[in-house]
């Protein structure tokens, strides 16, 4: 059996699957009932295609789970993978740049940031992510609601996390205006499409 390959590391960014506590836009469109069954078939998408790309991952928490795990038990929409807290900052870049340090001073050089919101999401798209890293410093892969579904770095570029409006239509525009006054290579991946209020779901549903 080959070993994983140490030097790449995938960082998930998601929550538990407790009522109340997900998809809050969608929610205040379709119900909390609704959206917590939405955010468990985006959940399931997303580890599908984690599990087909057979990446290193870890699993980090928005919240600490309501379930009462054993040490070192995998979450069970997560099966055999480990898991994390996210810090408690407020701003989603300084949670995000310390999951990249974490994973960057275990000795990985390429690391992928993704959440769960994209239902488009592949294992492709992962693969070809770390693929583009050989040669790229930055990776993104574009939502088209001007944010992104996906970030990769080769090291740490703390000011990629910095002076963003999160969850706006500005910051994958941001984030490309660091990396180029940065002088930073940059490729992108295909661009996707986020479920995050009624509208997005209509859509996806739509096909």
């Known amino acids: 059996m080959t ?50 790309a057979q990446l290193p991952a870890t699993v980090w928490l ?12 995998a979450l069970p929409e ?34 992928a940031i993704i959440g769960t919101d994209c239902p488009g999401l592949t294992a492709a798209h992962l693969t070809q992510a770390f693929q583009l890293l050989t040669d790229h410093d930055v990776v993104l892969g574009p939502a088209d609601d001007g944010g992104y579904y996906l970030l990769g770095l080769r090291q740490p570029q703390p000011v990629l996390f ?14 490309l205006a660091d990396a180029q006054r940065l002088g930073l290579r940059t490729a992108l991946l295909p661009t996707l499409h986020d479920v995050d209020s009624a509208a997005d779901l209509a859509r996806w549903r739509a096909g």
């Open 3 to 52: 070993a994983p390959d140490t030097s790449i590391h995938l960082l998930i960014f998601a929550r538990e699957p407790v009522l109340g506590r997900v998809k809050t836009r969608l929610a205040a469109g379709i119900g909390a009932e609704a959206a917590l069954s939405v955010y468990r078939e985006l959940l399931a998408h997303t580890a599908q295609a984690v599990i087909e």
């Open 62 to 73: 928005a919240e600490a789970p309501t379930s009462l795990l054993a040490p070192n038990e």
């Open 78 to 111: 997560w099966p055999g993978l480990p898991w994390q807290m996210q810090p408690a900052a407020d701003l989603l870049g300084a949670r995000m740049a310390h999951a990249f340090a974490e994973a960057f001073a275990t000795g990985a050089t390429r690391i």
């Open 162 to 175: 910095e002076n963003k409006t999160w969850s706006t239509p500005t910051v994958l525009a941001d984030t």
